[in-house]
């Protein structure tokens, strides 16, 4: 039993060290903008589910950086899909915020579908 708490203990020192990595990220957002991507108008419920979660990302994003909304409405998302597929960079800075009409559009093999719905994701070293 002592060896266990023991090693416990010890555990808990070297939690600074793993975690250190971490918060070195911060420097990545300071000084930057994010582009938010929005599939939907303005004024419609998916602008107000989003703009109702963007205080908590401006809060939590290390750096605070200031977030931008680009709106760009049509074809049931797939515009704004095929936007980030085509001509977003995969820097981190830009957050695409999608309707379900992407997935829908892609599934079923509509035409104007310029993306691999299995690739539409960020790499891992930039999601937050």
């Given at each position: 039993?002592?060896?266990?708490?023991?090693?416990?203990?010890?555990?808990?020192?070297?939690?600074?060290?793993?975690?250190?990595?971490?918060?070195?990220?911060?420097?990545?957002?300071?000084?930057?903008?994010?582009?938010?991507?929005?599939?939907?108008?303005?004024?419609?419920?998916?602008?107000?589910?989003?703009?109702?979660?963007?205080?908590?990302?401006?809060?939590?994003?290390?750096?605070?950086?200031?977030?931008?909304?680009?709106?760009?409405p049509g074809a049931g998302g797939r515009r704004a899909a095929n936007h980030m597929h085509a001509a977003v960079r995969p820097d981190g800075l830009t957050i695409g915020a999608m309707v379900t009409g992407m997935i829908q559009g892609a599934i079923l093999g509509e035409s104007g579908v310029l993306y691999d719905i299995d690739k539409f994701r960020a790499p891992l070293k930039t999601r937050l």
């Amino acid at each position: 039993m002592k060896k266990i708490i023991l090693h416990g203990l010890l555990g808990l020192l070297f939690i600074p060290a793993i975690a250190a990595p971490i918060f070195a990220q911060a420097d990545f957002y300071a000084g930057k903008t994010l582009l938010m991507v929005i599939g939907t108008d303005a004024g419609g419920n998916g602008d107000l589910r989003t703009k109702a979660i963007l205080p908590a990302l401006r809060k939590h994003i290390p750096g605070n950086p200031p977030i931008v909304v680009q709106y760009m409405p049509g074809a049931g998302g797939r515009r704004a899909a095929n936007h980030m597929h085509a001509a977003v960079r995969p820097d981190g800075l830009t957050i695409g915020a999608m309707v379900t009409g992407m997935i829908q559009g892609a599934i079923l093999g509509e035409s104007g579908v310029l993306y691999d719905i299995d690739k539409f994701r960020a790499p891992l070293k930039t999601r937050l």
